[in-house]
C-alpha cells in the first residue's frame, strides 16, 4: 500500500515538473520570438527600465531575445532541467526587479516582455504593473520547481538515467 501511495504522489510531481518545465519554455520562447524581430525595439525597451548604462541596456536588448529563445527550447527539451530551471527563475526574478523598479520611481512604460515596450500612459503603467509582476512570480515559481523535481518526459531522464538507477539501487542495499 505504502509503495502505491510513493507511485501516485511521484507521477503528480512528474506531471507538475513537466508542466512547469513547458510553461515557463514556451512563455521564453514567445517573449524572445517577439522582439527578436525587431532588435531595436529590445534595446529600446530595455533602455527604458533606466537601470543599466546604455551600452549595457543595448548589449542586454540585443541579446536577451536570443537568449530567451535558446533557454525555452533547452527547457521544452528537459536538457539540464535544474540549471536551465535555476536559468529560467533567475531571468524572471530579474524581470520582477526591474518591473518593480519602475514601478516604484513613478516611470511609466511597457514591460517590452513581448514586444516593443516604452514609455505608456500612467495608467496603463500601473494597471499592468501587478499583474506583470504576478506572472513573472509564477513563472519564476515553476523554474524553482525545476530545480527540486526529478525531470520528466525529458532528455534529462535518458542522458543520466545510469546515475539515478544506481543511486536508487545502493539506497535498497542500505535500506535492507
Do not use: H
Request: charged share 15%.
Amino acid at each position: 500500500m505504502d509503495s502505491k501511495i510513493r507511485t501516485g504522489n511521484r507521477d503528480w510531481k512528474n506531471w507538475v515538473s513537466l508542466a512547469a518545465r513547458l510553461i515557463l519554455g514556451v512563455v521564453v520562447i514567445w517573449a524572445g520570438l517577439s522582439k527578436v524581430g525587431n532588435l531595436a525595439g529590445s534595446v529600446q525597451s530595455t533602455s527604458s527600465y533606466q537601470i543599466l548604462s546604455y551600452d549595457l541596456a543595448q548589449f542586454v536588448g540585443y541579446a536577451l531575445p536570443f537568449a530567451e529563445i535558446a533557454l525555452g527550447i533547452v527547457l521544452i527539451l528537459g536538457l539540464f532541467t535544474r540549471v536551465m530551471g535555476a536559468l529560467g527563475a533567475l531571468l524572471m526574478l530579474g524581470f520582477v526587479i526591474a518591473i518593480a523598479s519602475v514601478w516604484a520611481r513613478g516611470i511609466s512604460i511597457d514591460c517590452g516582455c513581448f514586444g516593443n515596450g516604452g514609455p505608456v500612459d500612467p495608467s496603463t503603467a500601473t494597471a499592468g504593473y501587478p499583474w506583470e509582476i504576478l506572472r513573472d512570480v509564477a513563472l519564476m515559481a515553476c523554474g524553482i520547481w525545476l530545480v527540486f523535481a526529478k525531470p520528466f518526459l525529458a532528455v534529462d531522464s535518458w542522458l543520466f538515467r545510469p546515475v539515478e538507477d544506481i543511486i536508487a539501487q545502493k539506497d535498497r542495499k542500505k535500506r535492507r
